[in-house]
């Protein structure tokens, strides 16, 4: 095999890196203009560089966004774990709060995207539509094998899981709102608090005992 120089592993860095840029500078125009009103023009003259070069990496305005919402569903998904009920795990309900903070925490990282995703996602396009879908759907088997666990293990009463687990997932998904939409800043910055919240309603209800 004939020894290389690097120039196309180089090369290949200054792709990659030109892409990121792209990508970077992309969200910051969605996030200022929304998904509507940004053309490919505004993300063209934001990054500095030529329409053939933006073309060379990417199709489409609707082709950037769906990157740059699976990266966001990619995190996501990788905050969430199954719930461990062996006898040296924590208990239940403080993986269910870290599960749900983590999420919380990813919204507030990520606030300019999920900003118009709350706006706009919905019939925005068909691909994120089926993204998002996908994405709540592997979220309720999650909620709902926590709470089948709950059972399991005698901490929650006999209930319908999968009803209860779509009760969950509107919670968090009504806090993600409230959580980009406010303007005061104060959701974002006390998403400990949230989490608690969220799982302290789910698990215990509105009638005090």
Request: charged letters at 30%.
């Amino acid at each position: 095999m004939m020894p290389t120089d690097g120039r196309a592993e180089r090369a290949n860095k200054k792709r990659e890196l030109r892409r990121r840029e792209i990508l970077d500078v992309a969200r910051a125009v969605f996030a200022e203009k929304g998904y509507h009103h940004t053309h490919v023009a505004d993300i063209i003259e934001a990054a500095g560089i030529a329409r053939g070069t933006f073309y060379l990496y990417f199709e489409s305005k609707s082709a950037i966004f769906l990157e740059l919402l699976e990266q966001l569903l990619v995190e996501v998904r990788s905050s969430i774990v199954g719930v461990d009920t062996s006898d040296s795990a924590p208990p239940v309900q403080v993986q269910l709060v870290d599960r749900i903070r983590r999420i919380l925490h990813l919204v507030v990282e990520n606030h300019a995207l999920t900003t118009i995703l709350v706006r706009e996602a919905v019939g925005l396009d068909a691909e994120v539509d089926a993204k998002m879908r996908e994405f709540y759907q592997s979220l309720h088997f999650y909620l709902k094998d926590a709470l089948d666990n709950g059972k399991a293990m005698g901490l929650l009463r006999d209930l319908d899981t999968e009803v209860a687990a779509f009760c969950v997932l509107g919670t968090i998904k009504q806090l993600m709102e409230q959580v980009v939409m406010n303007e005061d800043g104060k959701l974002a910055a006390d998403v400990d608090r949230i989490a608690l919240g969220v799982l302290d309603f789910n698990l215990r209800g509105l009638i005090g005992r």
